[in-house]
Nanobody, 116 residues
């Protein structure tokens, strides 16, 4: 059974840093490219960035230069290192495979709040 558990979110001041983790189980991780997504209050969920099975990272323009995605395949875990955080980064952050659809399973996410 597929399970995705995001963790590490908390309140952080603008300009601060935070690292999120995504623990995957159920065979979803090692055979798939993975992505980080986020949903801000009142907005649709959006892609933050992706990482291929081999570790090639691709980030959306809004976070490029500030965020880094990495993965540890033996641990079935993916990370999102976030630096220079801005209030507009406030959102619930989720992880999932790169290809998602209306019936895709989603974890509960982890809340990141950037505020002074």
């Amino acid at each position: 059974q597929v399970q995705l558990v995001e963790s590490g979110g908390r309140l952080v001041q603008p300009g601060g840093s935070l690292t999120l983790s995504c623990a995957a189980s159920g065979g979803i991780f090692t055979s798939n490219g993975m992505g980080w997504y986020r949903q801000a209050p009142g907005k649709q969920r959006e892609l933050v960035g992706t990482i291929s099975r081999g570790g090639t990272e691709r980030l959306e323009d809004s976070v490029k230069g500030r965020f880094t995605i990495s993965r540890d395949n033996p641990k079935n875990t993916m990370y999102l290192q976030m630096n220079s955080l801005k209030p507009e980064d406030t959102a619930v952050y989720y992880c999932n495979t790169i290809v998602v659809g209306p019936q895709s399973y989603w974890g509960k996410g982890t809340l990141v709040t950037v505020s002074s």
